[in-house]
C-alpha cells in the first residue's frame, strides 16, 4: 500500500462513487477501480460492496479511510515541515 493509493481509496470514501472520485482527481473510473482491486487484493480484505448504482464501504473500509486520513495528514505535515526546512 503506498500514499497514492490511500489517497485515491480516500477521494472514493469522501466522494460516494468511482466516477466522482475520478474526476476529482483527475483519473478515470476505471483507475479508481483498479487500484481499489490492487488495495483489497495487497490487504486480502474486501474494502467497499459495490454495484451498478451503489457504494457501501465495510467494515475494514472504513478503518483504511479514518486511518489513512490520519497518514495523509502526517505525510502532508511531514512535505510541509521539509521544505521549510530548505527555507531557513
Known amino acids: 500500500m503506498d500514499l497514492e493509493q490511500l489517497r485515491i481509496f480516500a477521494a472514493l470514501a469522501e466522494s460516494g462513487s ?3 472520485a475520478g ?3 483527475y483519473k ?3 483507475s ?3 487500484t481499489v482491486a490492487e488495495l483489497e487484493r495487497e490487504l486480502g480484505v474486501t474494502l467497499a460492496v459495490r454495484d451498478r448504482r451503489s457504494f457501501a464501504l465495510t467494515e475494514a473500509g472504513r478503518t483504511l479511510y479514518e486511518r489513512g486520513k490520519e497518514l495523509l495528514a502526517a505525510a ?3 512535505e ?3 521544505k521549510e ?3 531557513k
Do not use: D, I, P, Q
Open 76 to 78: 502532508a505535515a511531514l
Open 32 to 34: 479508481v477501480s483498479r
Open 80 to 82: 510541509k515541515s521539509v
Open 18 to 20: 468511482f466516477t466522482a
Open 85 to 87: 526546512a530548505e527555507t
Open 23 to 25: 474526476k476529482r482527481l
Open 28 to 30: 478515470s473510473h476505471s
